[in-house]
């Protein structure tokens, strides 16, 4: 497993899960929220998004957590492994909920910079 990419829903536990098996596989980990998003929860153009998903799929080894349907195709195409977590949806909201009451008006640790959390953030 050199490539491995972990998908599901919001509050699944993506980024958890890629963390530790980061440490445990001594893999670069690679959140995607933090790579898309831009300070102030801006957007990274479609374009340049595009981009900058083939030069990460082009390194030699990653788990990268994250959705992003319109670059899912790129990440199956090279990825050996995929890890798609499905768990309740219950369950999940409760893991956002419980995750804007953590982090609230500072970002997370997967998160890009100036994201803070708030209800009005994105749910990934």
Avoid at 17 to 33: K, P, T
Wanted: one cysteine or more; a neutral charge; hydrophobic letters at 40%.
């Amino acid at each position: 497993m050199k490539k491995i990419l972990i998908i599901g829903s919001g509050g699944a536990g993506k980024s958890t899960l890629a963390r530790e098996l980061g440490n445990i596989l001594d893999l670069e980990v690679i959140h995607l929220d933090a790579c898309y998003w831009n300070p102030g929860w801006v957007e990274t153009p479609k374009t340049e998004w595009q981009s900058i998903i083939q030069d990460l799929t082009r390194r030699e080894s990653w788990i990268m957590d994250g959705n992003y349907g319109g670059t899912l195709d790129v990440r199956l195409s090279v990825a050996d492994t995929v890890i798609f977590l499905d768990f309740p949806r219950l369950l999940c909201l409760s893991r956002v909920i419980k995750r804007r009451f953590m982090y609230a008006r500072q970002s997370r640790p997967d998160m890009a910079p100036d994201c803070p959390e708030s209800p009005a953030s994105k749910l990934g």
